[in-house]
């Protein structure tokens, strides 16, 4: 919880907001989750199966935060215990108490700073699968072999997470392995929460395997994270839809260049083209096409939603643009900078073998302090 403390703005917040207004809610939800403790135990509830599911899930979805609230509830009555002693004790016992309060009071706004955190609102799509995508910038061959390091990167933090990773396109550039575009599905817990800060231009700096005279050329790759969308959030009218299918004409094993199992699929209102041919089933493919054009519609009804946010309110958190360059990869000098919170590390080799966790966490950090900021100021 260090990092939290170490965010001026939510310094200020905390200094600004009592935890006083907070108690009373605080109350209120472990209340709740007595209440369904004993739902849960009570046979007519148990007897029925998805009264007892929705309430089993209220409970779980409260446990941590409960959790927390009874930590923060034993750390303050200890604190107005000490500051019993410090009144009425003898000499002795005043001195440890006094050895002994600045930690408690670090380990109680440590806490208060947790609790704000928990309580605010949840993003609707933080428990969602994504849709992955990755698409070569400025810089030719190099921005092109730099999609596949980024690709690999976030494969490989999302096996350490245990996730899912499925590709569902990618088109090869030039001869030298690299990529003008991948689009891959990300299945698992919490994926959306974890990934959504990734969106936007990473700027690569290094020498490419080509330059003669060891010069630093500088390449730039746009990934945009979506959250998969369900039907029922996302109605797309057939008639708006154009399909082709066509032959493949890359990797997919002997039914290549022989049946017509490659998909695009047109939105007429917007233009936007999904194609597909990784499966050697015309099926899957348009599955999965139809997936990524649901993905890709919802996203931009949400940039358009937040642009529209971030006009009226020009600190809007999270308007997701795109455009702005976010992250920095210097080769020469082994060093990742993030541009939005300032943070720089110098393991790059580490970082591109998926241990991003740590710069994951500092944005986390950084935009939930801002949520805050902006929630105390409405």
Same mark, same amino acid.
């Given at each position: 919880?260090?990092?939290?403390?170490?965010?001026?703005?939510?310094?200020?917040?905390?200094?600004?907001?009592?935890?006083?207004?907070?108690?009373?809610?605080?109350?209120?939800?472990?209340?709740?989750?007595?209440?369904?403790?004993?739902?849960?135990?009570?046979?007519?509830?148990?007897?029925?199966?998805?009264?007892?599911?929705?309430?089993?899930?209220?409970?779980?979805?409260?446990?941590?935060?409960?959790?927390?609230?009874?930590?923060?509830?034993?750390?303050?009555?200890?604190?107005?215990?000490?500051?019993?002693?410090?009144?009425?004790?003898?000499?002795?016992?005043?001195?440890?108490?006094?050895?002994?309060?600045?930690?408690?009071?670090?380990?109680?706004?440590?806490?208060?700073?947790?609790?704000?955190?928990?309580?605010?609102?949840?993003?609707?799509?933080?428990?969602?699968?994504?849709?992955?995508?990755?698409?070569?910038?400025?810089?030719?061959?190099?921005?092109?072999?730099?999609?596949?390091?980024?690709?690999?990167?976030?494969?490989?933090?999302?096996?350490?997470?245990?996730?899912?990773?499925?590709?569902?396109?990618?088109?090869?550039?030039?001869?030298?392995?690299?990529?003008?575009?991948?689009?891959?599905?990300?299945?698992?817990?919490?994926?959306?929460?974890?990934?959504?800060?990734?969106?936007?231009?990473?700027?690569?700096?290094?020498?490419?395997?080509?330059?003669?005279?060891?010069?630093?050329?500088?390449?730039?790759?746009?990934?945009?994270?979506?959250?998969?969308?369900?039907?029922?959030?996302?109605?797309?009218?057939?008639?708006?839809?154009?399909?082709?299918?066509?032959?493949?004409?890359?990797?997919?094993?002997?039914?290549?260049?022989?049946?017509?199992?490659?998909?695009?699929?047109?939105?007429?209102?917007?233009?936007?083209?999904? *194609?597909?041919? !990784?499966?050697? %089933?015309? @099926?899957?493919?348009? #599955?999965?096409? $139809?997936?990524?054009?649901? /993905?890709?519609?919802?996203?931009?009804?949400?940039?358009?939603?937040?642009?529209?946010?971030?006009?009226?309110?020009?600190?809007?958190?999270?308007?997701?643009?795109?455009?702005?360059?976010?992250?920095?990869?210097?080769?020469?000098?082994?060093?990742?900078?993030?541009?939005?919170?300032?943070? *720089?590390?110098? !393991?790059?080799? %580490?970082? @591109?073998?998926?241990? #991003?966790?740590? $710069?994951?966490?500092?944005? /986390?950090?950084?935009?939930?302090?801002?949520?805050?900021?902006?929630?105390?100021?409405?």
């Amino acid at each position: 919880m260090r990092l939290f403390l170490t965010n001026p703005n939510l310094l200020n917040f905390i200094q600004r907001t009592g935890m006083d207004i907070i108690l009373d809610k605080l109350r209120d939800i472990e209340l709740r989750y007595r209440e369904l403790e004993g739902q849960l135990s009570d046979p007519q509830i148990v007897s029925r199966q998805n009264l007892y599911q929705k309430y089993a899930k209220e409970h779980s979805d409260l446990t941590q935060l409960v959790d927390v609230i009874r930590q923060y509830e034993k750390i303050r009555t200890r604190i107005e215990e000490y500051q019993q002693f410090l009144r009425e004790s003898d000499l002795e016992l005043r001195e440890i108490v006094k050895e002994e309060m600045p930690q408690l009071q670090l380990d109680k706004a440590q806490l208060e700073e947790k609790l704000r955190i928990m309580l605010l609102p949840k993003d609707p799509n933080d428990d969602k699968n994504v849709f992955l995508e990755i698409r070569a910038g400025t810089g030719g061959d190099e921005a092109g072999l730099f999609v596949g390091d980024l690709f690999r990167m976030y494969a490989r933090y999302a096996e350490a997470q245990g996730w899912r990773v499925e590709v569902v396109s990618s088109s090869p550039s030039g001869g030298m392995g690299g990529f003008k575009e991948i689009i891959a599905q990300i299945e698992g817990n919490g994926a959306y929460s974890r990934l959504k800060y990734e969106s936007g231009t990473h700027r690569v700096q290094r020498v490419p395997v080509t330059e003669a005279q060891g010069r630093i050329h500088t390449s730039a790759v746009t990934v945009a994270i979506m959250p998969e969308a369900e039907e029922v959030e996302l109605n797309i009218d057939p008639n708006e839809l154009r399909i082709d299918v066509y032959r493949s004409t890359g990797h997919g094993g002997q039914s290549v260049n022989t049946t017509d199992s490659a998909v695009r699929i047109t939105h007429l209102p917007t233009g936007l083209v999904v *194609t597909c041919q !990784d499966e050697k %089933s015309q @099926l899957k493919n348009k #599955i999965k096409a $139809m997936k990524v054009l649901r /993905a890709r519609l919802l996203d931009a009804m949400t940039q358009k939603q937040n642009a529209e946010i971030s006009e009226a309110r020009k600190n809007q958190v999270g308007s997701g643009d795109r455009s702005e360059r976010i992250r920095t990869y210097n080769f020469p000098q082994g060093r990742i900078t993030d541009h939005r919170i300032g943070m *720089t590390r110098y !393991d790059l080799d %580490s970082f @591109l073998n998926g241990n #991003i966790g740590t $710069m994951i966490d500092g944005l /986390a950090t950084h935009y939930q302090a801002e949520l805050l900021n902006n929630s105390n100021n409405n």
